[in-house]
């Protein structure tokens, strides 16, 4: 009965009836009304969790370039003029080194016989500038000989302050640049020559102990290895196991222990998987430790249980009468299964798969275990090579110590989130576009 049915039947009840409905009426407001609170406190601190990340990794996607006159000429490249693109390539970083910091001398107005000032100078540039000047010069070898403005990258001690992470008004002494450097960099930017420019470093670059040259080039690789191998291995195998014991396996107790175990296999901590692969795939079969093989395959037997699980669910879904009438016109068991029951199922196994899935990309516990926590500088061409994944890059840039890795720590977490968001959004559509109600 609704509340104003209830109100007009209470006439025809005793007084104490009444208040009895009264008061479980009023039972049932207070919990809608706790409900819609703690729902609200839930979006509050999401959002705050959010706002935190949001705000704190935007600025990890930019980076503090100073605008220099750089005189590219060959004598002090130490080419000849018209040299290739794989000559420039050549050309030492010493040599470059010093032409952008003689470049940034001049434009800070440092004389030549003031050599305790121009080291530190010296400070205010990136110590990648030598490959960023040997790129432009391979890209276009025609500027040989002439002088160019080029953005060169700023010192990782000096992006903090021009982002406004760190309070200028602390003491010289607590501070990583001193006086003198503040003003070339408040001097810069009255100039027009120091800006903030998107953080190409960011996606092309793998690890590195300067925060400005530092990237997540190898941990999106290593993750994408990572990704391939779990949905070769989990799939295949755990649809298989599924559909066996969904419509095949025998009902006895050897089966309720296998359906038992995987229930609570489902439920182990993650780091457990990581010491199984540490002692099975690395000490027993000897494959490379720090390798996405070795990930991929730890990670695949964490993510057997949920396929397993959701294709059972999945299959189970599907109305009996659908192999019951392929079996009445005479399909075999197993082409009743495979033919009529897997296809329609399917939608449910692919949202478990892409569930799982997401689950193992945000994985770190595990990949710890095996190793996969060394630096590497390197992108790697297959799953052999030593690698890193996502979650383990900004695990270890969580702990360095310098100001520009916390913004690129939240940048990096703002990427994985896309990815597992995005992965999370393909689960919900295929749901949505292939569910079938019966």
Known sequence: ????????????????????????????????????????VA????????????SGGVQGFTATHIKVQVPLTAEALGVEQGATPEQLREITGFKLTRIARNALYAQLGISDAERPVKMRADK?????????????????????????????????????????????????????????????????EKDGRMALKFNAN??????????????IAVGLVGSLFIMLLVVAAALPIGVGAAVYLEEFAPRNR????????????AAVPSIVFGILGLAIFINFMHLPRSAPIVGGLVLSLMTLPTVIIATRAA??????????????????????????????????????????????????????MIGMVAAV????????????????????????????????????????LVFLLTMNATAVVLRKRFERRW
């Open 1 to 40: 009965m609704t509340e104003g049915t209830t109100k007009a039947a209470s006439y025809f009840l005793s007084e104490a009836s009444a208040r009895l409905v009264r008061k479980r009426y009023a039972a049932e407001k207070r919990f809608r009304f706790y409900g819609m609170f703690m729902i609200g």
């Open 43 to 54: 979006l509050l601190f999401l959002g705050i969790l959010f706002y935190t990340i949001i």
């Open 124 to 188: 205010m540039l990136s110590h990648g500038v030598d490959t960023q000047l040997r790129e432009i010069l391979a890209d276009d070898p025609s500027i040989v000989g002439s002088t160019v403005d080029v953005w060169l990258l700023a010192h990782g001690s000096v992006d903090p302050f021009v982002k406004g992470q760190i309070d200028r008004d602390l003491p010289e002494e607590q501070r990583l640049i001193d006086n003198r450097q503040l003003a070339w960099i408040d001097q810069l």
């Open 202 to 215: 960011l996606f092309s670059n793998g690890a590195s102990a300067d925060p400005e040259l530092a990237g």
């Open 254 to 265: 050897f089966t309720d222990l296998v359906e038992v175990n995987i229930n609570n296999l």
């Open 315 to 368: 299959l189970g879904a599907v109305p009996p009468s659908i192999k019951e009438a392929a079996l009445g016109v005479g399909a075999s068991k197993m082409q009743a299964v495979f033919h009529h029951v897997l296809p329609l199922a399917m939608p449910g196994i692919l949202t478990g798969l892409i569930i799982g899935l997401a689950r193992a990309l945000g994985e770190t516990a595990p990949l710890i």
């Open 377 to 416: 500088f390197e992108v790697p061409s297959n799953p052999f090579e030593p690698a890193t994944a996502l979650p383990v890059q900004i695990y270890m840039w969580a702990g360095m110590p310098e100001r520009g890795f916390v913004a690129l720590t939240s940048a990096a977490i703002i990427i994985l």
